[in-house]
């Protein structure tokens, strides 16, 4: 049958069957594609699943490598810790060790400096006694001679106007009352050099603090001195009444010794900028309950706060170069704390002063216990 003798309903079927053969194939695609789709999504989550997998990895590995670091990070601080200790520490022994060496040397110079002097100045002051007996004695026979020769012969009239016999009468007792004054004043000096120097000791010993506080003084006679350029510093001792205080003598007057070299400096340097204020240091002691309080106080410029939070610091200071090591105040720090078992502290206010304070046990072996 040839389709030119197709009728119409043979034609429509026909159409239909080429429909349905087609929606089939098309269905056949589709699915194909479907399932080729379905193979590429399985593919794709397996992908993003293994992608997931290996973020968490990472994110693990990660988070364990800022675990790490924050422990390096916290043992570094800590090292750097130990080394800022260290660090502290050498640098308190070196102080220690330059100051001890400093002092050792001064302490031999001066003890033998006093050791020198002290004969000869025994001497002097030994003879004095003998030598104004002497000269008494042979006043009193001049006088007798007046008396018994009067007139006295020409001879002896001149002599005696020459030499102005009625002045040196006069002033004998004067020259040696000096003399005195000035032998009594040089065995006080070589008594505070012999105190001050006594740096070996390696005991305890019960002493009058006073006596040590007086030889620092003398010592620092010429700086308290006036001269040309400003006036003498006035010393106020309000002294209390002391028992004898268990202590390393000479290493409590290298405590006195700094702090009133640092208040003269104080003062010194305040007389250059306000020249009417009044110079002044006052001393003062008392004890209370188990301790021994010293204060010494200066009428200087005070110090700044931001220097008063490093006085104590081992090299620091606020002087020129040359003229202080910034080891004073920490060495007597180390002093009062740790050879003494007190306390040293420091108040000042800018404008009216400082006052240094000192609290020692008066019983080494009380405190202890
Ligand atoms: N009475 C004071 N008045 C004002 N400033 C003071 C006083 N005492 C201490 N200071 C300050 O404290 C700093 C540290 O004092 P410290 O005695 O330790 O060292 P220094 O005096 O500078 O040097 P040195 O080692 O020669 O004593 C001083 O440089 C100064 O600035
Ligand atoms: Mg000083």
Request: net charge negative; charged share 25%; hydrophobic share 40%.
């Amino acid at each position: 049958m040839n389709t030119l003798g197709m009728n119409i309903l043979d034609m429509d079927i026909l159409d239909m069957d080429i429909t349905n053969t087609s929606l089939l194939q098309r269905i056949k695609d589709l699915e194909k594609e479907n399932r080729i789709l379905h193979k590429q999504l399985q593919r794709s989550h397996s992908d993003r699943v293994q992608v997931e997998n290996k973020y968490a990895r990472d994110g693990y590995l990660l988070q364990q490598i800022i675990r790490d670091l924050e422990g390096s990070k916290s043992v570094l601080e800590q090292r750097g810790v130990a080394l800022e200790l260290a660090s502290h520490d050498i640098q308190t022994i070196q102080s220690k060790l330059i100051e001890s060496e400093k002092m050792s040397a001064l302490g031999v110079l001066v003890a033998e400096v006093a050791h020198e002097i002290n004969n000869p100045v025994g001497f002097i002051y030994g003879n004095i006694e003998y030598l104004e007996r002497y000269i008494n004695k042979i006043i009193e026979l001049v006088h007798l001679y007046k008396d018994q020769y009067n007139p006295p012969l020409l001879i002896i009239q001149d002599k005696i106007e020459s030499i102005e016999l009625d002045f040196l009468l006069r002033d004998i007792p004067k020259v040696l009352q000096s003399m005195w004054i000035g032998a009594e004043r040089i065995l006080e000096i070589v008594k505070s050099l012999r105190n001050f120097s006594r740096l070996d000791e390696s005991e305890y010993r019960a002493v009058d603090l006073h006596e040590g506080l007086d030889s620092t003084l003398m010592i620092l006679h010429s700086k308290l001195e006036g001269d040309p350029t400003r006036p003498q510093i006035e010393v106020i001792k309000n002294y209390g009444m002391l028992p004898a205080v268990e202590c390393y003598s000479g290493k409590l007057n290298q405590v006195f010794m700094n702090i009133l070299g640092n208040a003269i400096d104080a003062l010194v340097e305040q007389y250059d900028l306000i020249p009417d204020r009044p110079s002044r240091i006052t001393i003062e002691t008392k004890p209370q309950g188990e301790n021994v309080h010293i204060t010494i106080s200066d009428s200087g410029g005070g110090i700044p706060e931001a220097v008063q939070s490093r006085l104590f610091d081992p090299f620091f200071t606020t002087k020129p170069v040359g003229k202080g090591t910034g080891l004073g105040l920490s060495i007597s720090y180390q002093i009062i704390a740790e050879n003494h078992n007190g306390k040293l502290s420091c108040h000042s206010t800018i404008g009216h002063g400082t006052t240094f304070t000192i609290v020692i046990p008066i019983s080494q072996a009380d405190a202890l216990s």
